[in-house]
């Protein structure tokens, strides 16, 4: 069965360090899409990302960059240079490219990153 | 604006009633997604549709309800079943069901039983 996993609850770093957010995820399908989404207090999820699995090249915007590994089932985000704007819960999800066309986003636990000024 | 709309922001339930969550979107999506948010525990799907008329249970759906008579709305219904409704409740579209899609999110309802 697919699934995600956060492990780091809860990170606090000071303003202007660089922090890397964790994602592991399990899947039997060889297609599959893999997704970062920002949690700001407001509660409305605004996407950040979206991967496919045949392409493991990694990808940089701005102080946000995301690291692909099909080999360790990973796809960890690193924010660098952080500010205090960055405070919120993130979460990574998956979805399934599934023959029959029923699809979903499974998602993980969150990680809560804390930027102190 | 396109978007999805969720309404109320913030809803009060007595126990032993039954609640509908509102769930509007226009961005002509054909897939819709109902998830419940809990401290630590991140989101879980209660629902899913594909398409009009048509809906699947998600991991958590015992004790809610869903419909999806339009393409622009699926409407989420608390029951009296579900033992504790309070939680964070988020609804989703993405394009016509497919993968490769990102998920655009509403900006929640929070239930409370009181």
């Known amino acids: 069965a697919q699934k995600v996993t956060q492990a780091q609850t809860e990170i606090s770093v000071v303003e202007k360090e660089d922090v890397t957010l964790d994602c592991v995820y399990e899947t039997r399908d060889t297609t599959y899409y893999l997704f970062w989404y920002k949690q700001p207090p407001s509660g409305e999820l605004v996407f950040l990302i979206r991967r496919n699995s045949f392409d493991e090249q990694n990808e940089i915007s701005g102080r946000y960059s995301w690291n692909f590994q099909k080999s360790t089932s990973s796809f960890n985000f690193t924010i660098t240079a952080s500010q205090v704007v960055d405070s919120a819960v993130y979460f990574c999800?998956?979805?399934?490219?599934?023959?029959?066309?029923?699809?979903?986003?499974?998602f993980g636990t969150g990680t809560r990153l804390k930027v102190l000024a | 604006d396109g978007g999805i709309t969720q309404s109320p922001k913030y809803l009060f339930r007595k126990e032993g009633q039954n609640v509908t969550l509102s769930c509007e979107q226009n961005?002509?999506?054909?897939?819709m997604y109902w998830y419940r948010q809990d401290p630590g525990q991140g989101l879980r799907l209660i629902y899913y549709?594909?398409?009009?008329?048509?809906?699947q249970k998600g991991d958590i759906a015992e004790g809610y309800s869903v419909s999806r008579e339009k393409k622009e709305s699926f409407p989420l219904t608390v029951t009296s079943a579900q033992k504790n409704p309070t939680a964070f409740y988020l609804c989703a579209s993405s394009m016509s069901g497919t993968a490769h899609t990102e998920a655009f999110f509403g900006q929640g309802t929070r239930l409370t039983v009181v």
């Open positions: 999800a998956l979805s399934e490219g599934r023959a029959s066309g029923t699809y979903k986003y499974i």
């Open positions: 549709s594909q398409i009009v008329n048509d809906f």
């Open positions: 961005l002509n999506h054909d897939a």
